[in-house]
């Protein structure tokens, strides 16, 4: 009798994660082009991200800092890598980023009571195309801009590495927001 009742559970115990698994799968198939990045692919098979250029010194008061353009380029493509199932491609992607990097400078923000700046703020600005060939009308142009503050004793060289990791998160996670976040 107890081992019958020990079977019966089992079998009940057996049958309900059978539901549970079919449940998962259907939620997960009902998904369709999303993914857990909330990313709208469409049907987009590939993106690009053609290298950013920078003419940040055309901007009055942004300076030209070495190998940023490769290095947002390589970030941009880590970003939608990371977060989309799309592939790579270095042409006729279904999506296409180009742009340009237009301003990165160093600004005072603070002062202290003698006049003294306390504190700097490095902002960077980007300019995006954004071309779906698989659906015209999510194409855009649009500026991008983040900045980082840090303390006016400390030298720009000093801060950039990190300045850079949270300037380059926050525009290529608008970026790709704006672009595959159908919000």
């Not at 009902?30 to 901007?59: I, L, M, R, W």
Request: charged share 20%; hydrophobic share 40%; with cysteine.
């Amino acid at each position: 009798m107890i081992l019958r009742q020990i079977h019966l559970n089992s079998m009940t115990l057996f049958n309900k994660g059978k539901v549970a698994l079919l449940g998962l799968f259907l939620f997960l198939s009902g998904c369709g082009a999303y993914n857990f990045s909330g990313a709208d692919v469409g049907e987009a098979q590939s993106f690009q991200v053609n290298f950013f250029q920078n003419y940040a010194d055309q901007t009055p008061g942004s300076t030209i800092v070495p190998g940023l353009d490769r290095d947002f380029t390589l970030a941009l493509q880590d970003m939608i890598n990371n977060l989309t199932s799309l592939s790579l491609t270095g042409s006729n992607g279904d999506l296409v980023y180009e742009g340009e990097i237009v301003e990165y400078k160093v600004i005072p923000m603070t002062a202290t009571a003698d006049q003294r700046t306390s504190q700097n703020r490095l902002t960077m600005s980007v300019n995006v195309r954004f071309f779906n060939t698989k659906k015209q009308e999510n194409d855009f142009e649009r500026r991008f801009s983040f900045f980082y503050d840090f303390d006016a004793a400390a030298s720009l060289t000093s801060i950039q590495a990190a300045a850079h990791e949270e300037i380059f998160e926050r525009l290529t996670q608008d970026i790709f927001n704006a672009s595959l976040g159908n919000w």
